[in-house]
């Protein structure tokens, strides 16, 4: 990796989830589509993941967001997760993260009322219509990509928990959907840290268990998230998105609340024109919205629509001296959890 002096980053958040956008002096990512440029990212030279996911310059509860020029023509930017174990070709709270950023910041011209963002991003285009006043993005409901399910209560075999259900889900990425009671858990801030060290724990079981494969974008090909979830009295799903190497997700997590659609949608139980609430851990809340149905390959498929806000809260600039002795970063299992030796 090498950049001029410095990055430039805006610090934005979506219900309490970080996801820091960077704005300007990151290097060029070679590959002619953003799936290209985050595969480049995952196989080829991962040096500016960790530069900017690691400690001393950042810790376990954020991503960063790498902010590219679009590689197609009808997308206004495009943009690449990073994460402390790899790139992600989505995430709904980061979109969310990154359109918000884009707008306040004079990127991307806020036109109107409501707004439309084009995401170019290596799950697919992501149609985003914000809804904006005074200059501000005051909520942005993302037009995912198809989701759908790939398998409904399949038996898993962990090591802690017996042999457990699991429904497998595409979302943007693939998901294990758990209900949380077959861990012994409830979804409550108390709880984070052993959700997370479950979660962590059952996506290293799922290895070679059940293999997915996205049809249409090659590289798509790993389970990347546990979320567990609680189904409320009152309709919504309490959810809570576990990530490497140990932690929850503080946001009640857009490509899951996506995964979660389509397993409902596979089961009856969600309809075209049907709002699902998702809560967080932390109380934050999205809608998810069932919009139209299409296919995937062989698999049926429901377009999501997930709508949620994000808050700007500040600016940052990190620089690499050519003395630093950690250019790539460090992670310690003090605060990072269990499994930070698989990073």
Known sequence: MSFDSSLDLLLVHCQ????????????????????????????????????????????????V??????????????????QPDRAHPM?????????????????????????????DTAAGLIVARARCGNGRCLSVSLDNVPAFAVALDAPVRTTAFGTIRADIAFGGVFYALVDAAQVGLTIA?????????????????LRGQIPVS????????????????????????????????????????GTGSSANLACLHARGEVQIGDVRLSRSTIGGTFTAEAIGETTVGNFRAVL??????????????????????????????????PQVGDL
């Open 304 to 337: 999501p629509r997930i709508t949620g806000q994000a808050w700007i809260y500040g600016r940052e600039e990190l620089r690499l001296a050519p003395d630093d002795p950690f250019p790539e970063g460090f992670a310690l299992s003090d605060t990072w959890g």
């Open 65 to 82: 967001n790498l902010l590219l020029l679009p590689c197609r023509a009808d997308a206004d930017a495009g943009f690449i997760v990073l």
């Open 189 to 205: 801030p108390e709880n984070a840290r052993a959700l997370a060290e479950a979660g962590i724990a059952i996506k290293a079981d």
């Open 16 to 63: 309490g989830e970080i996801g820091k956008v960077i704005t300007g002096g990151a290097p060029e990512i070679p590959g002619a589509t953003i799936l290209d440029k985050m595969n480049h990212i995952n196989t080829v030279d991962d040096s500016l993941r960790r530069f900017v996911c690691f400690e001393p310059r950042a810790h376990v509860a954020q991503t």
């Open 214 to 253: 996205h049809p249409e974008m090659p590289g798509l090909d790993d389970i990347a998230y546990v979320m567990f979830r609680e189904f409320l009295e009152d309709g919504s799903i309490r959810t809570c998105t576990t990530l490497k190497p140990g932690r929850v997700d503080r946001s009640p997590c």
């Open 91 to 119: 995430s709904g709270s980061n979109a969310i993260c990154v359109v918000t950023a884009l707008l306040e910041s004079g990127r991307v011209p806020i036109t109107g009322p409501e707004t439309i963002v084009r995401l």
